[in-house]
């Protein structure tokens, strides 16, 4: 029998991250992954689903399905994913577009998704990618404001939805073994680089500048010298906010197991 130390680093990985060729590859794959967990794991497809506003049911999920967008000639479209969810006769569906790494959303994209949503009787368009979700929980794109009042849309970010996943991890949340395992794998493979879909925290070109600018002239005039302080200030936000979320993860995981 090879002895454990051998074996030490060579676990068989649900969700292998190596040899990804590029961005729409690691898209695909990411998309996929995060939706078989929604669909595998009760307890994270609840989170997910019930963030975007649907019911706590019985939920399946699709990937790279295509639509046709407006009038004939129509154009055709696949959205990275749709879920649907039903409990009782309630049944509710949203479309689901995933960006990763520094790839940020595209606002034609993101309206296009939002007009078939719209067109074909969906409740919601979720976005993902690793800009942080708006104060109102909108994406950071223009958004037609009447097509919103009638259809939402929700932005989770991959560092929210890895607190999440590592939340019900840490608790012991997730009651079926198999499930915990999934879940797990599936953190370690959002969380590896070489998945490319967390892009790691950056404060922008501009931060330098403004950093040595606000110990020269004083942070009070720097913060209104004009849109590169407001760019790092920006990012600086969002970066503060997910290492909120992580601190916030880790503290509740923990008191979770302090014994009583």
Known sequence: MTSADSLEGH????????????????ELRAAASLLAMVRAVSEFGRVFVRTAGGPAGRISCYTEVSFKLGEPPAKTIRPDGVVHA????????????VKVGDNLLDVDQVDAYHRLARQEGFDALITISNEAALPNGLPPVALDG??????PVVHLSWDRLLTEARMLSNQQDVQDIDQHWMLDEWIK????????????????????????AAKIIGLQLCRHNSLTSSSTGTRFSENWRFGCAR??????SAAHRVPT
């Open 86 to 97: 039903v409990r009782g006769k309630k049944e509710w569906s949203a479309l689901v577009e």
């Open 11 to 26: 676990e068989v990985r649900l969700f292998p991250s190596a040899h990804i060729s590029g961005t729409r590859e690691a």
């Open 189 to 212: 493979y959002v969380a590896d680089e070489e998945s490319r879909i967390i892009e790691p925290p950056v404060l922008g070109k501009h931060w330098g500048p403004v950093l040595q």
């Open 247 to 252: 601190r916030w993860a880790w503290t509740s």
């Open 146 to 151: 009447r097509r919103l009042r009638k259809l």
